[in-house]
């Protein structure tokens, strides 16, 4: 495939700007050979405009032809073969079986919501009968569903180029939905971006897709971002990446004359407690499990583990001094691009300065910072000194984290009070750790969206009951969640139908329940007819 | 029942600040007796902390506990008879039918509500099983239900000082959710507020609920709002009233160093469609439902039609011939206080100055400005005349509408184009006019919360299916409504337990389902356990 580096607008494809920028590839800093256009913001305005042209229709089709589209999508992804997934090892330094392993987990989420579309429950249809004789009142024939809101603009993560990109849940949701789509291409990886667009589109072609229910636009700086944002027609935004810009972009999204939902999954620092229990079990197999995920995709997952707790014993400096051999042993490997690398390299200079914070362990072999290779680092500290240092509360996204000993219980009590909300947070524990260390548990909750227990946060299993998110800054709005069969509530709006006429009602509300979807009928769950 | 005007700060009575107010009976222009302390920045941090600390309490308590505690606010609302309806009726010129109307209403929403926690299933409990043998990495176990956010302050309705006010759906959907509630009470029912606010603290008291569950706070001013919104204990604000008020709250609540949601349900033009099968079948009935709904509660309801659109015709010219001879009739009536009598007397001069706007009808008996009393104006205008003048577009909160004649099925596709999100559409047809008009009913799909057919939208059902919501300016969050059953999503988010033990679950989750609610197991509903 011949990448162009223009927008892809509908059919049709643009550079109207002559501004153009490259990726490059992390591992030797070389520029790639295609120059990518930025997408101005006349050209956003045609993408934004026709994605709202072809709304209704899009929205109105029967579900089957959306799950078709779905279908269709995955069979171009997976027919790009190795070439795409060459390219996005080559933009990311991730690699290839990562790649691999993204591509199928995004053919795999896609499927996931064609089935969900098939099933057609989803929409949530509820329906109060009418009572023409009640008094003093007649009651109304009162029905709701979900329906999409139209044109979604979705910016991709950084660290997953296929699997929360272009190709990820918030595209493959807000389709499923019935909303058209306007991806602003990662610039770090412009051109797994164009590849992944080029099959969506060429999907929408097969499957007779509307002209404009997906576009993609490219840009390097924040304008076209912030363009896209503003534009009057898109309805809602998502996206995935760091608490600096989503907060950014969450602003915009609140300041326009008519606000806009914009759906940020943010930083996340991922806490680790360790209660005494587990650390007696089984120390040798916590430490690497913590290594494994601190230093997975060299630490550049958004449910690292950025800082693990336990209560101060012999067990506890034991843990802690396998974690160092371990951390000691790992290879400094290619981050992202060097934005990522400079904001880690700066992030671990920093921690030098504070002298409440003493280096646990590093990786025994130097990091070559000209292919963009960060080492591992872990830090110990005390309880006190943690909340001497609220930087150590925030995310540093790579491989590093820190161990926090802490006197007793209430130490960590204090520390989980303090914490920000995370996407996770991890338990390790006995059942008999879980009854004492119940005040514990009790404020965890309050923190995180997901809480594991005897695991490890990295690795998120796409399914119906999953929530990647939580309270801010891990997520812009914790009702909502980017990953998960209930990341498609981001893109609808109950809409109520009262009194209107069974046959123009939409499939899902009309008495005969044609395709027998689960449906809440004065107050009981059903799939029967009215 | 002796008012104090005080703040009620759990069980503490509060009045730090020597600033008062008094509410002020709108039809004599006095002010009422008792004098109303601002609550100061301490007040209200001592409120939200309050809330915060208890909150852990009342979210791990038994459903069926909260729903007792709802029970018992509809016992003390009731056991205060018509004491509380006279101090309704003389803050807000409700005549004494109307506020019982409320009070009802109030207490069937409570409850409904109580219903909804004893039967289960709203926590949309989620689990999806685990498989230790998956490959290539094994399959967790992962299951979520929607959880309680925290403290949540609460702004009611001018217009319904009983039912969406200290005692509507916002308090009572976030009590039952588990969230402790700060109700900021409305300066022009302030008394009316205290009562309410007494009724909930007793049965507070009665039912064990730990102390700060509840609180109250007054003010005139905007500081205290603003206040209550910024204290970083709270985690969402709901909201009904003006579009300037919600939206500079929303603003406030945005700008946040942790931003969170806030909840308006704002202004809304809620328009009209009179098709023309309909005209001919009807003209007095409908002159008569129109005219009603548009005078109904002295044209104060969030759903009050202040547009009317018709096609160019003799059937049209005669409904607006009946629409003003039954508007002349209508008696002038008080309104809710001075501000909104002001702000509708400025709003009827200004349509004065178009020159494209005929004034169409007009009450007959003249108004007392003195008694706060509105006249019932109807006007009418064309399609481009309203096209010219946006401002007909925005809601003139009073008994006032335009009626509009659109030369063809085109002008009145142009017109909904042009519309606001409005919490309500009506559409007046038969079912021929339903297939002639479908390009219409497309575009109007994407405007309103609620559609109606050949009905009125003054008078919202309290059901599960009820959508009270819409786009902005609407609402500030299309996906939420602030009536009906689904309004208990605006307090919640899911939390999700990976490889939870059973045994620490919250009850929804695990295995044995000892409450029987529908749950999703791997994707499929049941009331089965695991």
Redesign the interface.
């Known amino acids: 495939m011949t990448l162009t580096g223009k927008q892809l607008i509908g059919t049709t494809e643009s550079a109207d700007s002559s501004e153009t920028f490259q990726g490059v590839n992390p591992a030797t800093g070389k520029p790639l050979d295609t120059k990518f256009h930025e997408a101005t913001a006349a050209e956003i305005d045609r993408a934004a405009t026709m994605a709202d042209e072809v709304?209704?229709t899009f929205r109105?089709m029967l579900a089957e032809r959306r799950a078709d589209f779905l279908e269709a999508i995955v069979e171009e992804t997976l027919a790009m073969g190795d070439e795409f997934l060459e390219i996005a090892s080559a933009e990311t330094g991730h690699p290839l079986p990562r790649c691999t392993m993204e591509r199928d987990r995004a053919v795999n989420q896609a499927r996931l919501f064609a089935?969900l579309l098939r099933?057609g429950?989803w929409v949530d249809a509820?329906?109060?009968l009418g009572d023409a004789s009640r008094t003093p009142?007649p009651?109304?024939d009162?029905?709701?569903l979900l329906?999409p809101?139209?044109p979604v603009a979705v910016f991709g993560a950084s660290n997953f180029p296929i699997a929360i990109s272009v190709l990820g849940a918030d595209t493959i949701s807000a389709l499923a939905s019935g909303c058209p789509v306007i991806v602003k291409a990662h610039p770090a990886h412009p051109g797994t971006c164009e590849m992944a667009a080029r099959a969506i589109l060429k999907a929408a072609e097969k499957m007779r897709m509307p002209e404009g229910v997906f576009s993609l636009v490219q840009g390097k700086g924040i304008e076209s971002g912030t363009t896209l944002v503003q534009h009057p027609k898109i309805?809602a935004a998502a996206f995935t990446g760091s608490l600096k810009g989503g907060r950014a972009l969450?602003?915009v999204a609140?300041?326009r004359p008519?606000?806009?939902?914009f759906y940020a999954e943010m930083g996340s620092v991922n806490p680790i407690f360790i209660l005494p229990g587990a650390l007696k079990e089984n120390p040798e197999t916590l430490a690497d499990g913590f290594v494994n995920a601190l230093t997975l995709g060299v630490g550049q997952f958004c449910t690292n583990p950025g800082l693990a707790l336990g209560i101060q014993s012999d067990e506890w400096d034991r843990f802690s001094q396998l974690v160092s051999e371990r951390v000691a042993q790992y290879t400094p490997s290619t981050m992202l691009h060097a934005g990522i690398h400079a904001a880690y390299t700066d992030g671990i200079l920093a921690r030098a300065d504070n002298e409440e914070l003493l280096l646990l362990g590093e990786s025994e072999a130097e990091a070559d910072p000209n292919a963009c290779e960060a080492a591992a680092y872990v830090y110990e500290t005390t309880q006190q000194g943690l909340l001497n240092d609220p930087t150590l509360l925030e995310e540093l996204f790579g491989p590093s984290s820190t161990l926090v000993s802490c006197g007793k219980l209430t130490d960590m009590v204090e520390i989980a009070e303090k914490l920000e909300?995370s996407l996770s947070i991890t338990v390790h524990g006995t059942?008999a750790d879980?009854a004492e260390f119940k005040p514990l548990?009790?404020?965890l909750?309050?923190k995180?969206?997901?809480?594991?227990?005897?695991?490890f946060p990295v690795?998120i299993?796409v399914?119906?009951?999953?929530?990647h998110?939580?309270?801010?800054?891990a997520a812009?709005?914790?009702?909502f969640?980017s990953i998960g069969t209930?990341c498609i509530?981001r893109f609808?709006?109950?809409?109520?139908?009262?009194?209107?006429?069974n046959?123009?009602l939409p499939l899902a509300l009309q008495n005969e329940n044609p395709r027998g979807v689960?449906r809440?009928i004065?107050?009981v769950?059903t799939r029967d007819e009215v």
């Open positions: 709304f209704g109105d089935n099933e429950s509820r329906i109060d009142a009651k109304p009162v029905r709701s329906q809101i139209g309805m969450m602003d609140a300041a008519h606000p806009i939902p909300g059942e879980l548990l009790k404020i909750q309050r995180a969206g997901r809480l594991i227990f005897n695991g690795g299993e399914c119906h009951s999953m929530h998110g939580g309270p801010f800054p812009s709005h914790s009702f969640t209930r509530q609808v709006r109950p809409v109520c139908y009262q009194n209107w006429p046959s123009q689960w809440m004065d107050g769950m």
